[in-house]
Antibody
Framework: EVQLVESGGVVVQPGGSLRLSCASS????????MQWVRQAPGKGLEWVSL????????FYADSVKGRFIISRDNRENTLYLQMNSLKVEDTALYYC???????????WGKGTTVTVS | DIQMTQSPSSVSASVGDRVTITCRAS??????LAWFQQKPGKAPELLIY???SLQSGVPSRFSGSGSETDFTLTISGLQPEDFATYYC?????????FGPGTKVDIK
């Protein structure tokens, strides 16, 4: 069974840093692009970032560009999101997701909550 | 960047109804569009990818159509478990972007 489990979400002060992790199992992690999507309380989905299967390419939403860094460890089957210079508006539930071909997110974790306050 | 809009923002419907949700892209995206369903307190689930392809395990009452800027999600014969919020997402170019969502609730 394909599983994604996010962790690392905590309460942090504005300007602080945090690293989220997403542990995967049940599929060949190193063969797929992975993504982060967030959802602020009571709001819609916001695409955050994508990293290619080998980590060679990374893309970001304008709202996080220059502050967040996506990375992956294909030996440890884990996806990361380094979050720096955090703002109150970064408060959200952060999901990691596995693509099917074409960047469509076919498997999602349950999310981890980041509160910037 | 590509902006996505959806209409309506909410719809009240009854079990058995046919429901249609529209998604519009601010520029042409070919067929690079996905539809997701999200229930309260749950992660989103992929329903449709490449505008009209049904994700494995998704009931056939869900269908998608459209290309370039105009897309629709149709639920033919609404079931109790379909009451949820639906989002479209373009994957044509980075940054990817979601529509604001359409809430389907019980009339």
């Amino acid at each position: 069974e394909v599983q994604l489990v996010e962790s690392g979400g905590v309460v942090v002060q504005p300007g602080g840093s945090l690293r989220l992790s997403c542990a995967s199992s049940g599929f060949t992690f190193g063969s797929y692009a992975m993504q982060w999507v967030r959802q602020a309380p009571g709001k819609g989905l916001e695409w955050v970032s994508l990293i290619s299967w080998n980590g060679g390419d990374a893309f970001y939403a304008d709202s996080v560009k220059g502050r967040f860094i996506i990375s992956r460890d294909n030996r440890e089957n884990t996806l990361y999101l380094q979050m720096n210079s955090l703002k109150v508006e970064d408060t959200a539930l952060y999901y990691c997701a596995k693509e099917r071909r074409g960047f469509y997110m076919e498997v999602w974790g349950k999310g981890t909550t980041v509160t910037v306050s | 960047d590509i902006q996505m809009t959806q209409s309506p923002s909410s719809v009240s419907a009854s079990v058995g109804d046919r429901v249609t949700i529209t998604c519009r892209a601010s520029q042409g995206i070919s067929n690079s569009l996905a539809w997701f369903q999200q229930k309260p307190g749950k992660a989103p689930e992929l329903l449709i990818y490449a505008a009209s392809s049904l994700q494995s395990g998704v009931p056939s009452r869900f269908s998608g159509s459209g290309s370039e800027t105009d897309f629709t999600l149709t639920i033919s014969g609404l079931q109790p478990e379909d009451f949820a919020t639906y989002y479209c997402e373009q994957t044509r170019s980075f940054p990817h972007s979601f529509g604001p969502g359409t809430k389907v609730d019980i009339k």
